[in-house]
């Protein structure tokens, strides 16, 4: 960013924008989004489709667009998610997409009964079985996350998927004493 002079900015949001920081391209600016970045904190649950259909509106200048997500969303079938991603291509913004999730995300490994916290609606805990979770889920998130994939396979859209390196997920499971899967931790 500070070599070329490319102008980089930041959008952080859960269920509706929460910080906005247009695209600049000076010096000082690396330092504002890398502080957003180490202060923003898990909010609410996230409404992925129209959250992105508001930050393809906002962004005029043509430019790439990087979404880092789980891309849970309320909506199961990801028909809002597709089209907000399409909405970036017809701004005429490339996209690449990071779609991360801890391996734990997609095989869920727990067998003992457990009581998971929420971790984007606070004070909601979830008691649940996994292995009837993972009878009832055969295809599971791999299988929804390959469904996506295939409907994003557009020109001008690139999905990368990632498993969190082993490390990041054994910070991020320690945190605070629990262990951490999608948007539930188990205390």
């Not at 996209?95 to 999730?101: I, P, T």
């Not at 390959?146 to 499971?173: A, F, V």
């Amino acid at each position: 960013m500070i070599h070329q002079q490319d102008a980089v900015g930041l959008v952080t949001f859960d269920a509706a924008i929460r910080r906005y920081i247009p695209a600049r391209s000076r010096v000082g600016h690396l330092r504002v989004i890398l502080r957003e970045l180490s202060d923003t904190q898990a909010g609410e649950e996230t409404g992925l489709g129209s959250v992105l259909h508001d930050i393809a509106e906002r962004v005029h200048r043509r430019g790439l667009i990087v979404i880092i997500s789980d891309l849970f969303d309320p909506d199961i079938s990801g028909a809002e998610v597709l089209k907000a991603l399409h909405h970036f291509r017809y701004r005429k913004h490339e996209v690449l997409l990071f779609h991360v999730m801890a391996e734990e995300e997609l095989t869920f490994p727990f067998e003992q009964w457990s009581d998971f916290r929420d971790l984007e609606l606070a004070g909601r805990n979830v008691l649940l079985d996994p292995r009837a979770l993972r009878r009832a889920n055969r295809g599971g998130l791999r299988a929804d996350g390959d469904r996506l994939r295939s409907s994003i396979d557009r020109p001008g859209i690139r999905d990368l998927p990632r498993p969190l390196p082993r490390q990041e997920e054994k910070q991020k499971m320690t945190h605070c004493g629990s262990e951490t899967v999608g948007g539930l931790a188990r205390t």
